[in-house]
T-cell receptor, first 114, second 114 residues
Framework: DAGVTQSPTHLIKTRGQQVTLRCSPK?????VSWYQQALGQGPQFIFQ???????QRGNFPDRFSGHQFPNYSSELNVNALLLGDSALYLC?????????????FGPGTRLLVL | AQSVSQHNHHVILSEAASLELGCNYS??????LFWYVQYPGQHLQLLLK??????LVKGIKGFEAEFIKSKFSFNLRKPSVQWSDTAEYFC????????????FGKGNQVVVIP
């Protein structure tokens, strides 16, 4: 049973570029959440996708957008990259109808913006 | 929005010592509580969780946590640590109604000296 997978593992971009990160949820999960983890900080919630729609959003600008596909996998897109976007981007999956919904995390994509 | 506080960001202790990490949150309603662990080079893993019932929760690897509602706390404990417990530990809170995001603390970097 595969856990949450993310690609790529590492990415280097320059300011102003755009990036797409990908996530495949754990088998049986239908909900994907994205988090940004800056160095020395805890993960910060970006948004959550369920039934191919953005369900909740954290305090992130519109440069951050996402998508969920019918197979529950998800993408995170960041436009007009800034130096401050350098971070570990984490994807977490869960099953929303579980009364004890628990999020399971992937290994993350480390993004460096130069 | 709820906030999560973890104190003593860096903890250094010897093998066989006892470990206690504090976690306090600011939300007054019903909450779900989690501790996640990130071992060096590995992804965030669930250590234990609390949804309801017995406020003393047992997790993997000999860890336990106690939910004290009156103190808005969910402290993590292990009676005797091992070198392999060297990791970063994150407390996370999810409010029960209408909010599926996890709010994380800044983490505790724990180093166990053999």
């Amino acid at each position: 049973d595969a856990g949450v997978t993310q690609s790529p593992t590492h990415l280097i971009k320059t300011r102003g570029q755009q990036v797409t990160l990908r996530c495949s949820p754990k088998s049986g999960h239908d909900t994907v959440s994205w988090y940004q983890q800056a160095l020395g900080q805890g993960p910060q919630f970006i948004f959550q996708y369920y039934e191919e729609e953005e369900r909740q959003r954290g305090n992130f600008p519109d440069r951050f957008s996402g998508h969920q596909f019918p197979n529950y996998s998800s993408e995170l897109n960041v436009n007009a990259l800034l130096l401050g976007d350098s971070a570990l981007y984490l994807c977490a999956s869960s099953f929303v109808r579980d009364s004890q919904e628990t999020q399971y995390f992937g290994p993350g994509t480390r993004l460096l913006v130069l | 929005a709820q906030s999560v506080s973890q104190h003593n960001h860096h903890v250094i202790l010897s093998e066989a010592a006892s470990l206690e990490l504090g976690c306090n949150y600011s939300y007054g309603g019903t909450v779900n509580l989690f501790w996640y662990v990130q071992y060096p080079g590995q992804h965030l893993q669930l250590l234990l969780k609390y949804f309801s019932g017995d406020p003393l929760v047992k997790g993997i690897k000999g860890f336990e946590a106690e939910f004290i509602k009156s103190k808005f706390s969910f402290n993590l404990r292990k009676p005797s640590v091992q070198w392999s417990d060297t990791a970063e530990y994150f407390c996370a809170v999810k409010t029960y109604y209408g909010n599926n995001r996890l709010a994380f603390g800044k983490g505790n970097q724990v180093v166990v000296i053999p």
